[in-house]
């Protein structure tokens, strides 16, 4: 084989690594990772950096001139954490170096970068270069504060509701072991319950009977006392009360009488509307009969 043969074979092998240079180049500034080759001093001046550090808002120019080096830009608060832990991982053998931190764009705004370096060492040990890719995940590491406070803020909630339902079990409790009964009941004719405390069955009557619709609380007031109560809560209602306070019969599951003494707070929405009866209903049958 001559001269001319091997020169045009040479030209041919450096045409082919220059074009697959040129491929690799170009796959590299257009994705979001930028490449830099750095020399092992205190600065970590750039042999080499992608095009697309402009992300960054610098020019590879800036880098590979001199006239910017990379830990010039690493954020202050940071600087000292990275070097060290580079460090520890040149002394320690290792052959890669990843870790996040902020840096400082060409106008002063703070990015968080993830940093995945290879450790190149010369044949007796030494390091050599590093060669690195950096990656902007400013938006990942927000997406992860913004989940993080999510999941504080739901363990908050599930955290006050479990303290919710506790309490709510002591007041359940309460009144469960005391002659009032509690009702919350629908602004509609004969009083639809949407809420009633389980000690209702000292009338003979279960919760559900209520909440289910099968019985109206309206239905089990005294016949002689109905239209005397409904009048009466009408006219509260329409003179903008908030309370009512009425004594009447109501009748047991058995038909037995009851006299019970009912306090009831009217609520409204924003429109000045009556929309629910907060009610508490009690016993007094025997301070009747004693009267």
């Not at 995945?116 to 990656?135: L, S, Y």
């Not at 949407?194 to 279960?206: I, K, M, P, T, W």
Request: net charge negative.
């Amino acid at each position: 084989m001559g001269f001319n043969q091997l020169a045009e074979s040479d030209e041919l092998i450096l045409g082919e690594a220059l074009e697959r240079q040129q491929v690799l180049e170009k796959v590299i500034n257009n994705s979001p990772v930028m490449a830099f080759l750095w020399v092992p001093d205190k600065k970590w001046p750039a042999m080499y950096v992608s095009e697309n550090v402009t992300q960054l808002e610098y020019s590879a120019e800036d880098f590979l001139t001199g006239r910017i080096m990379y830990a010039d830009i690493v954020h202050s608060e940071d600087i000292d954490r990275v070097r060290k832990e580079l460090t520890r991982c040149c002394e320690a053998g290792n052959d890669s170096f990843v870790q996040r931190y902020r840096v400082l764009t060409g106008n002063g705004e703070v990015r968080w970068v993830e940093e995945k370096t290879f450790i190149q060492r010369d044949e007796t040990g030494n390091v050599a270069n590093f060669q690195g890719i950096v990656r902007d995940v400013t938006q990942e590491i927000k997406n992860e504060k913004v989940l993080k406070d999510a999941l504080q803020s739901q363990k908050a909630l599930m955290e006050k509701q479990k303290a919710l339902l506790e309490r709510q079990k002591v007041l359940e409790t309460v009144i469960n072991n005391s002659s009032m009964v509690v009702f919350l009941w629908k602004a509609e004719k004969y009083w639809p319950t949407l809420y009633v405390s389980e000690n209702v069955r000292q009338f003979g009557y279960a919760p559900e009977d209520f909440i289910s619709g099968k019985i109206l609380y309206g239905k089990i007031i005294h016949p002689e006392d109905l239209l005397l109560v409904e009048l009466e809560l009408e006219e509260n209602c329409e003179e903008g009360g908030k309370e009512f306070n009425r004594q009447y019969r109501i009748l047991t599951q058995t038909a037995d009488v009851r006299w019970i003494e009912e306090k009831t707070f009217i609520q409204r929405n924003e429109e000045g509307e009556v929309t629910h009866f907060q009610g508490i209903i009690e016993d007094i049958t025997r301070n009747v009969k004693r009267a």
